[in-house]
């Protein structure tokens, strides 16, 4: 296993979770680690990203300000804080890593690697 998703769960709306991503083999150290989530019967959708070069980190618009992403390089271990959970973020969350250059971070098809999902649920 190269990426193990974990920390998803039901709360209700204005809670808050904390997703970890741990990886492993060919997945850790890589350029890129990245959130993604899937609604049933929607397309995947960008959530957050960090890069290990430099720290930097992007957001998606739908959750800039409520979520918080970052990463353990020692643990090689991403994070995905969530605060201020809303309904429209149920959804099942997957990490994704690769050397994926910057025009490219919130499209799906550029990682290499994916986790498992892990399932969030926010009731109203």
């Known amino acids: 296993v190269q990426l193990q998703a974990s920390g998803g769960g039901l709360v209700q709306a204005g809670g808050y979770l904390r997703l970890s991503c741990a990886a492993s083999?060919?997945?850790?150290?890589?350029?890129?680690m990245a959130w993604f989530r899937q609604d049933t019967g929607k397309e995947r959708e960008f959530v957050a990203a960090?890069?290990?070069?430099?720290?930097?980190?992007y957001y998606s618009d739908s959750v800039k300000g409520r979520f918080t992403v970052s990463r353990d390089n020692a643990k090689n271990t991403m994070y995905l804080q969530m605060d201020s959970l809303k309904p429209e973020d149920t959804a099942d969350y997957y990490c994704?890593?690769?050397?994926?250059?910057?025009?490219?971070?919130?499209?799906?098809?550029?990682?290499?690697?994916w986790g498992q999902g892990t399932q969030v649920t926010v009731s109203s």
């Open positions: 994704a890593t690769g050397s994926v250059i910057v025009g490219r971070i919130r499209t799906p098809t550029a990682y290499a690697n």
């Open positions: 960090h890069r290990w070069d430099g720290g930097y980190t």
């Open positions: 083999g060919r997945a850790a150290g890589s350029r890129v």
